[in-house]
């Protein structure tokens, strides 16, 4: 089982990049980020609530920067991945995605 979660998650990339070059069209780049992150939201919510509220005071003094690290990881990266979708392939969005790791390992080195 240990083997099958890393592929499960990149089985959800490959369908998410999937997803996202197919609605590339259709729907605008940040409507697709909002509606993700959305239903995230409502499917999280009730599992991480308790968590959350019984550290509440570890989590105030870094709420800084959990925000911006939200704002960067999460709602920068993937508009620009959407809008990516527009201008090239599922499969060089799926190969520059892929490095991502790689390069904020390197990045972080540097």
């Given at each position: ?5 890393p592929?499960?998650t990149v089985?959800i990339?490959?369908?998410n ?5 197919a609605s ?5 780049p940040a409507?697709i980020?909002f ?9 999280f919510t009730p599992f991480?609530?308790?968590p ?11 709420l800084g ?23 090239t ?6 190969i ?8 904020a390992?390197?990045l972080?080195?540097?």
């Amino acid at each position: 089982m240990q083997y099958a979660f890393p592929l499960i998650t990149v089985l959800i990339w490959a369908i998410n990049t999937a997803v996202t070059k197919a609605s590339a069209g259709v729907i605008f780049p940040a409507e697709i980020g909002f509606y993700r992150w959305a239903l995230a939201g409502l499917l999280f919510t009730p599992f991480m609530l308790g968590p959350v509220w019984a550290n509440r005071a570890a989590i105030r003094p870094v709420l800084g920067k959990i925000f911006i690290l939200a704002v960067l990881g999460t709602a920068l990266y993937q508009s620009l991945a959407y809008f990516a979708a527009s201008l090239t392939t599922a499969t060089n969005m799926g190969i520059i995605q892929s490095m991502v790791p790689m390069m904020a390992l390197g990045l972080s080195i540097a």
